[in-house]
């Protein structure tokens, strides 16, 4: 049977699944990309759940209890899941059908002996440890960080969207560096027509907030600074997308969940960017807002650094100052040639680095000197996307 397949293996909590799909199709064209989606695997066995919810309790019965996380979510988080998501894999992922496997994140390990398997994550667990604002309480199991790890040494390679991850990797799970490879991300949100990026959206002081986690990306924060903001400038206004909430302010709009081509509307309306994260794996937001030639306000946290060019494409303030922020936002919104600039620099910088287009070359050139070549050369239509293989694979063992 020709290996003229790949498995790509997308986890849960992860929002680029479509994105990252098209990305290894047009990276790969001479393979069929089968998605795999390990969500749909912990549903389809129904024989996992009383086990796994002994699991659940041992391991988040206080979180639960305490309402710092649900049932639901903690449901695929336990080391129970874990093992028996590998043992699905392995009766998944042939080795005469596939020639390699890829997976998003590391809340699962799927790689099975006998085929080259790659990560593209833009965290880790132990990542969490850098940030004031994550509480150690929430730190898993040493037995599911050991599972994490030996995930991360069953890879051929971790593919990162941040050089901090590459480096944590190898810091606090002992990857080989040569092994660990920031290859960056692309945007979500399409970036359709650049020519309605006019200079006058600079003067309108609009400020623009995307992000669906309200307390982790600093919305409460950025709040509090608007009222600041509002009395220095007060046509200034302040647009939320993503968290269902209410405000009750004149000089500010929640929009809630949008489709990304109405994200995208937004981004060409707004002058200014503002994500005033505490905790941010990667922050995907950012780079389309400098797609959009957005000037950008952002905390010094996680990977914002390398996005975001402290005074050349944006400004950086500490996490959960308030005070800081709100005079960056001030300064920034009394000065469009400013402004102006920024977003052009980060426009640059955004097309340059942070494309799928150029995540994909990275990765083919990571990946196939690796990989063994499908005896039929012919490209593959990648334009629908393919059925889940999982849906006839024989049956999983459920001990």
């Known amino acids: 049977m020709s290996r003229n397949r790949i498995a790509l293996v997308s986890t849960y909590f992860h929002h680029s699944r479509d994105s990252i799909q098209q990305m290894l199709a047009?990276?790969?064209?001479?393979?069929?990309?089968d998605n795999i989606p390990a969500d749909?695997?912990?549903?389809?066995?129904?024989?996992?759940?009383a086990p796994n919810l002994l699991y659940v309790g041992r391991e988040f019965g206080i979180d639960v209890l305490l309402r710092r996380t649900t049932i639901r979510r903690s449901y695929r988080q336990t080391t129970y899941v874990f093992r028996r998501l590998r043992e699905a894999m392995a009766q998944i992922i042939s080795p005469e059908r596939y020639a390699c496997s890829f997976q998003t994140q590391s809340v699962c390990d799927a790689s099975v002996p006998g085929i080259p398997h790659f990560i593209y994550t833009d965290h880790t667990h132990l990542s969490n440890l850098h940030y004031p604002y994550f509480n150690k309480r929430n730190?898993?199991?040493p037995k599911w960080i050991e599972l994490e790890r030996s995930t991360y040494?069953?890879?051929?390679?971790?593919?990162t969207r941040s050089k901090n991850i590459a480096a944590d990797l190898v810091r606090f799970y002992g990857v080989p560096e040569e092994k660990a490879i920031c290859v960056f991300a692309g945007a979500n949100a399409p970036v359709s027509d650049r020519s309605s990026s006019t200079n006058d959206r600079y003067d309108r002081a609009n400020v623009l907030f995307v992000g669906t986690d309200w307390e982790r990306k600093g919305g409460r924060i950025l709040l509090e600074a608007f009222r600041q903001v509002t009395r220095a400038i007060p046509n200034a206004h302040l647009t939320i997308i993503g968290p269902a909430i209410?405000?009750?302010?004149s000089w500010c709009t929640c929009l809630g969940q949008l489709t990304l081509a109405e994200l995208t509307e937004q981004f060409q309306k707004a002058s200014v960017f503002c994500l005033p994260t505490q905790l941010e794996p990667f922050g995907v937001a950012l780079v389309e807002a400098?797609?959009?030639k957005l000037p950008v306000v952002a905390t010094q946290v996680g990977a914002i650094p390398e996005i975001v060019q402290h005074g050349s494409t944006g400004d950086l303030v500490p996490p959960g100052d308030v005070g800081a922020l709100a005079e960056t936002l001030i300064r920034l919104l009394k000065d469009p040639e400013r402004c102006r600039n920024y977003g052009e620099a980060g426009y640059q910088r955004a097309s340059a680095v942070y494309s799928w287009q150029r995540v994909g070359e990275r990765i083919r050139h990571a990946v196939m000197p690796l990989i063994a070549k499908?005896?039929?050369?012919?490209?593959?239509?990648?334009?629908?996307?393919?059925?889940?293989?999982?849906?006839?694979?024989?049956?999983v063992m459920t001990k």
Do not use: C, D, G
Request: overall charge positive; hydrophobic content about 45%; aromatic content about 10%.
């Open 40 to 49: 749909e695997i912990v549903a389809k066995f129904k024989t996992w759940i």
């Open 139 to 141: 730190l898993r199991s």
């Open 153 to 159: 040494h069953n890879a051929a390679r971790v593919f």
């Open 374 to 395: 499908p005896s039929n050369t012919t490209p593959v239509k990648a334009a629908q996307p393919a059925s889940s293989p999982f849906a006839h694979a024989p049956p």
């Open 290 to 292: 400098m797609l959009h």
């Open 26 to 33: 047009a990276a790969f064209p001479e393979y069929q990309i």
């Open 246 to 249: 209410s405000t009750n302010v």
